[in-house]
Nanobody, 120 residues
Framework: QVQLVESGGGLVQPGGSLRLSCAAS????????MGWYRQAPEKQRELVAD???????NYADSVKGRFTISRDNAKNTVYLQMDSLKPEDSAVYVC??????????????WGQGTQVTVSS
């Protein structure tokens, strides 16, 4: 069974940095896109960033220039480096991967979510 396990969330002061990781495991044949969404109370879920298997990236306007997404294909892991954090970045961050299991078409798998809180 495919699982995505996240780590790296926590409490940080405004202007600080955090690095999130999301590792996929299980009977993985291939991983297409991977990325991160976030969900804050009383706000719509937002796509933060995504990255293709070839390394092409896409960012929400709200995080451009502050966040960097990357991946290690050998480790089936995606990272989100978050710098210059603001209180409005506080949310539950959830990773996903579009994963092929053996010969079957790719489907989206989700992590469990990790809380990021930016506060002084």
């Amino acid at each position: 069974q495919v699982q995505l396990v996240e780590s790296g969330g926590g409490l940080v002061q405004p202007g600080g940095s955090l690095r999130l990781s999301c590792a996929a495991s299980g009977p993985i044949f291939a991983i297409n896109a991977m990325g991160w969404y976030r969900q804050a109370p009383e706000k719509q879920r937002e796509l933060v960033a995504d990255i293709t298997s070839g390394g092409s990236t896409n960012y929400a306007d709200s995080v451009k220039g502050r966040f960097t997404i990357s991946r290690d294909n050998a480790k089936n892991t995606v990272y989100l480096q978050m710098d210059s954090l603001k209180p409005e970045d506080s949310a539950v961050y959830v990773c996903y991967g579009d994963i092929r299991v053996n010969i079957f078409p790719a489907r989206r798998y989700w992590g469990q979510g990790t809380q990021v809180t930016v506060s002084s």
